[in-house]
């Protein structure tokens, strides 16, 4: 019997990688995209994950249409894609802002639709959009960041009010804060245990709202450590 389908794209060697770890650890064939797909093939061998890398640009519909036509129906999608340039709203390059908008936001379209078109016939699935605290407030300097995050976040919401009568579970999480990473080892340091969001940590929470009964669907989670403020 062929197994379920999670089509995880915007896959890095943080969390996106840790996504891919717990839905293959969770006995789902995982598709995972990434830009250079390349980067991930070292990490696939040395710990030894049975995953299928796949070359995307998710701005690109032709190349988000070739990898959905090839997963299948796909039980789970997860959009984890992203892109930011900190820059005053007077230096901000028009173009550095539209880049920022297609990776963040129009890319998110892209891949919400091509997962709703082949969930909807089916009458079930998981989509989970990947957000920040961006989403929810503009920062001084972060124009490139919210704007993108906010419009996800909109399309995570008319895609849940639209399609969970449909049977499929659309939901937006809000990482609020710095996951750890070798580069933040210091700060880590600093703070204290447990300081920093732990990806794998993340990822639980993932396949915990992929799991969820449709009696109980959550449509936004918010994440954070214990130290961030809120």
């Known amino acids: 019997m062929a197994r379920e389908v999670a089509v995880i794209v915007g896959v890095g060697p943080g969390l996106g990688w840790s996504l891919a770890k717990r839905f293959a650890r969770g006995g789902l064939e995982v598709v995972a995209c990434a830009r250079n797909p390349g980067k991930l093939a070292a990490l696939a061998r040395a710990e030894k994950l049975d995953v299928r890398l796949e070359a995307c640009d998710a701005t690109n519909p032709a190349d988000v249409a070739r990898v959905f036509g090839a997963a299948g129906t796909p039980k789970v999608v997860v959009f984890n894609a992203g892109a930011y340039e900190r820059g005053g ?8 802002f539209e880049r920022c908008w297609r990776v963040g936001c129009f890319a998110g379209f892209l891949v919400g639709q091509a997962a709703a078109r ?9 989509i989970l959009f990947t957000g920040a605290t961006a989403s929810l407030r503009g920062g001084a300097g972060f124009a490139n960041l919210a704007v993108p995050k906010f419009g996800l976040r909109a399309l995570a919401q008319s895609m849940a009010r639209e399609l969970d009568p449909k049977g499929i579970h659309v939901a937006h999480v809000v990482i609020d804060g710095q996951i750890e990473s070798e580069a933040r080892a210091g700060l880590a340091a600093q703070r204290g245990p447990q300081s920093l969001l732990s990806a794998d940590d993340i990822a639980e929470s993932y396949w915990n709202l992929h799991a969820q009964p449709r009696s109980a669907w959550t449509h936004e989670l918010d994440l954070r450590p214990w130290v961030e403020k809120f």
């Open 118 to 126: 082949l969930m909807v016939p089916a009458g079930s699935g998981t």
């Open 89 to 96: 709203i007077l230096e901000i390059k028009p173009e550095d």
